[in-house]
């Protein structure tokens, strides 16, 4: 069983790594203000406004997708979809989340289901190399809720440690920075009772999770 310690540190890690982009390129913009007879001056205040976008978008996302400020309750899916918009907002990943597949629809999701999506969503968008669509569908039956993320793109590629990782066949030997957050996911499914599933082709990606609706009938009692 790995470590909540460990796997923490990981994450953190990686973490660090992808803020340092969008952060590094914050303080290059700055460092050309102030270099003397830079006459661009245009040109650096509009990296240092994007990076600094693209750096809150990400903080933003993470913050929900990482952290554990209040797991109990029911989630604002609007709130999410607006957050998974603006983290990728700036790249030629296009989120297809209808509004009829929120709150709007009925469906009532947990934060830690919310937490759940936001990561799935991370996973999807990280194996479109060159861009393309990731869709997010809700649905639910008395017997059970689905969520279903999509990716589609004309050049795709999933790590196969990744896909060997959430289909449970991951172990300690396997934790790294670069895999702590496919673990994260799997921890989560397994903490909402969600059966996931994972069908990766060329030019697809699928991930679903089933969440039996008694059995969260039964915990509750």
């Known amino acids: 069983m790995i470590s909540e310690t460990k796997l923490a540190e990981m994450l953190c890690t990686r973490l660090c790594h992808d803020l340092t982009g969008p952060i590094g390129a914050v303080n290059n913009g700055a460092e050309f203000l102030d ?4 006459d ?4 650096a205040v509009k990296l240092i406004l994007s990076s600094a976008h693209e750096a809150v978008h990400r903080l933003q996302f993470y913050r929900l997708a990482y952290g554990r400020v209040n ?5 604002c899916l609007a709130d999410k979809k607006q957050i998974a918009a603006d983290f990728f907002s700036g790249t030629k990943i296009t989120l297809d989340w209808p509004d009829s597949h929120t709150d709007a629809s009925g469906i009532s999701i947990s934060v830690k289901m919310a937490r759940l999506i936001l990561n799935l969503l991370l996973i999807a968008g990280n194996s479109l190399i060159k861009g393309g669509t990731v869709s997010v569908r809700l649905t639910a039956t008395e017997a059970e809720k689905q969520i279903v993320i999509t990716a589609n793109g004309d050049v795709m590629k999933l790590d196969p440690e990744t896909v060997r990782i959430l289909q449970g ?5 396997m934790l790294s920075p670069k895999s702590s957050q496919p673990f994260l996911t799997v921890k989560l499914a397994e903490e909402v009772g969600g059966n996931l599933a994972i069908e990766a082709k060329s030019d697809h990606l699928e991930i679903t999770v089933r969440q039996r609706q008694v059995l969260l009938a039964s915990r509750a009692q």
């Open 35 to 38: 270099e003397e007879g830079f």
């Open 40 to 43: 661009m001056q245009n040109e």
């Open 169 to 173: 066949q991951g172990d300690d030997s």
């Open 71 to 75: 797991d109990s309750g029911e989630a």
